[in-house]
């Protein structure tokens, strides 16, 4: 099985920036749809961003226009670039095929967001 690894996250202040990547061990974002995820404390985890193989994008209303997904299908490796960041991002952030997902499977340990002054 594909291993997903997270990273990019830290501390950053209202209205920041920050990129979170995810690699994959081997290449399967052309025949997949992949989605970011993330989950709060208290709170379910919540698919954010799409992108399927075709790259056809989507997002949910909470980051439309703030975030952006897309891939490197040459570094094996989805990213988030996450803009005008808001205390309410804060979360942890998971990438995900969305079929493994749906089966409750394949989940990292992800990268953590906080975003404070």
């Known amino acids: 099985q594909v291993q997903l690894v997270e990273s990019g996250g830290g501390l950053v202040q209202p209205g920041g920036s920050l990129r979170l990547s995810c690699a994959a061990s081997g290449s399967i974002f052309r025949a997949n749809a992949m989605g970011w995820y993330r989950q709060a404390p208290g709170k379910q985890r919540e698919l954010v961003a799409t992108l399927t193989s075709a790259g056809s994008t989507n997002y949910a209303d909470s980051v439309k226009g703030r975030f952006t997904i897309s891939r490197d299908d040459a570094k094996n490796t989805v990213y988030l670039q996450m803009n005008s960041l808001k205390p309410e991002d804060t979360a942890v952030y998971y990438c995900?095929?969305?079929?493994?997902?749906?089966?409750?499977?394949?989940w990292g340990q992800g990268t953590q967001v906080t975003v404070s002054s």
């Open positions: 995900n095929l969305l079929v493994r997902a749906a089966a409750g499977r394949g």
